[in-house]
């Protein structure tokens, strides 16, 4: 099992960037598949995007694609998400999440792991 832990939300203008990052401990890091979640008020979790264990291989909802990018430092059992051009309907709780299974998945249920969420807040 690998604890979670994210930061780097905030208040931003459209059109601005954050990158936020999820901080693993527990050993193996590697060896999970990482993704990013997010959930608005009143709306089910949504998958952004996800990372191979390598980071050769990622996805992303289409509704992110182009403006936010998925990575990760197996060094120092981190992973990111750099959110450009944000607009104000990507206001939600992200969370980073884990997988020991192998392959990227798109749903929530094919994670086991997952940190407390960071706020992001866009306005108009």
């Known amino acids: 099992q690998v604890q979670l832990d994210e930061s780097g939300g905030g208040l931003v203008q459209a059109g601005d960037s954050l990158r936020l990052s999820c901080a693993a401990s527990g050993e193996f890091f590697s060896s999970y598949v990482m993704a990013w979640f997010r959930q608005a008020p009143g709306k089910e979790r949504e998958f952004v995007a996800t990372i191979s264990r390598g980071g050769g291989t990622t996805s992303y909802a289409d509704s992110v694609k182009g403006r936010f990018t998925i990575s990760r430092d197996n060094a120092k059992n981190m992973a990111y998400l750099q959110m450009n051009s944000l607009k104000p309907e990507d206001t939600a709780v992200y969370y980073c999440?884990?997988?020991?299974?192998?392959?990227?998945?798109?749903?929530?249920?094919?994670?086991?792991?997952w940190g407390q969420g960071t706020q992001v807040t866009v306005s108009s």
């Open positions: 999440a884990g997988s020991l299974r192998g392959a990227t998945r798109t749903t929530s249920a094919g994670y086991d792991d």
